[in-house]
């Protein structure tokens, strides 16, 4: 990946990757743009590679919701505790002044507007930042509530890490969700491997590409877009 390089500039909006990027290549990215000081929790899937880029330096707390604050990045080898997991089932280790709680008082962290920021994977976003995450709506589709609902409604901000693109090649970002809705209004920003777009009140903006130009982006994504200002 090719951090703020304007490998391009077309429209206003930097190119700062050759291709698109991998899971932890964006993963790099999502905690780059996680601000100091805060507190958050990542969804099941890809936004739990976050947790592999953040560094005592930068001063975030991640939350899960089974009942950990302080996370740490996943475990590996003689690191791994079987009693030590993450919401998916992943072994992680501690920071410094971990702490456990029962699974209820860590839903009333996520409904109390304690989380300052969550990080969820979708099935699709609108253009009105509305998520669609827990249930695709197809017959015998199994659904996966989770907490998704509580943080989405209950954190300050919501970020969304997903593909671009369903393997049909379907854009994930759309005009309006079709499928049973998690959050009303609640996006804010949305992650991909093909670029970086700000849910606005006026609209969709696209702040970087990766190796997909905005001209490329206007034809895959079935809402309007315009550079981020």
Request: proline content about 6%; aromatic content about 4%.
């Amino acid at each position: 990946m090719s951090e703020n390089t304007g490998l391009e500039n077309t429209g206003a909006v930097p190119m700062t990757s050759g291709a698109p990027l991998t899971p932890e290549e964006l993963a790099q990215v999502v905690a780059r743009d996680i601000p100091a000081g805060s507190y958050v929790n990542l969804g099941i899937g890809q936004p739990t590679l976050v947790a592999n880029h953040l560094t005592a330096e930068d001063d975030v707390t991640l939350h899960t919701e089974n009942g950990m604050l302080g996370m740490g990045p996943e475990a590996h080898g003689d690191e791994v505790d079987p009693d030590l997991i993450n919401a998916g089932k992943i072994p992680v280790v501690e920071t410094p002044g971990c702490s456990y709680f029962h699974h209820a008082d860590s839903f009333a962290m996520m409904r109390g507007g304690h989380l300052d920021c969550c990080v969820l994977g979708a099935f699709q976003v609108d253009q009105q930042g509305n998520l669609a995450n827990w249930h695709t709506g197809r017959a015998g589709a199994i659904p996966a509530v989770g907490g998704a609902m509580d943080l989405a409604t209950g954190a300050k901000q919501t970020f969304v890490m997903m593909s671009l693109q369903t393997r049909n090649g379907q854009s994930k970002l759309v005009e309006q969700c079709t499928m049973p809705l998690t959050g009303v209004g609640c996006v804010s920003r949305i992650y991909t491997d093909q670029a970086v777009f700000l849910v606005e009140a006026d609209g969709v903006s696209v702040r970087e590409t990766f190796g997909t130009s905005f001209e490329e982006l206007r034809r895959i994504v079935g809402v309007p877009l315009r550079p981020a200002r």
